[in-house]
């Protein structure tokens, strides 16, 4: 893997979902991602036990996902030339670990 084939973090918030950067670091790592911007977080009703991401819609350049924990939902945006497929595999990969 060369420096180029490295993605890059964005710190524009200073409050994330409790495990999400370690998760989104390793995302960064991944060939194809360029980008990873986490947003905004909400609350929502239903509760998810263990930290989830799933790719949400297509944007210019990447995708939404959206990250969830307990009863806390997090919008990150992937700008990535990875095929939506690809990427829901490499989210799956990064989880797992």
Do not use: Y
């Amino acid at each position: 893997m060369n420096a180029q084939s490295k993605g890059r973090l964005v710190w524009n918030h200073s409050t994330h979902l409790p495990g999400l950067i370690p998760i989104l670091q390793r995302l960064t790592l991944k060939m194809g991602i360029q980008t990873v911007t986490p947003g905004v977080i909400n609350k929502v009703k239903g509760h998810i036990p263990r930290m989830t991401l799933r790719v949400s819609v297509p944007i210019r350049g990447g995708f939404k996902i959206i990250a969830r924990q307990g009863t806390t939902v997090q919008e990150v945006f992937i700008l990535t030339t990875l095929t939506q497929g690809d990427l829901e595999e490499m989210i799956a990969l990064t989880l797992a670990k």
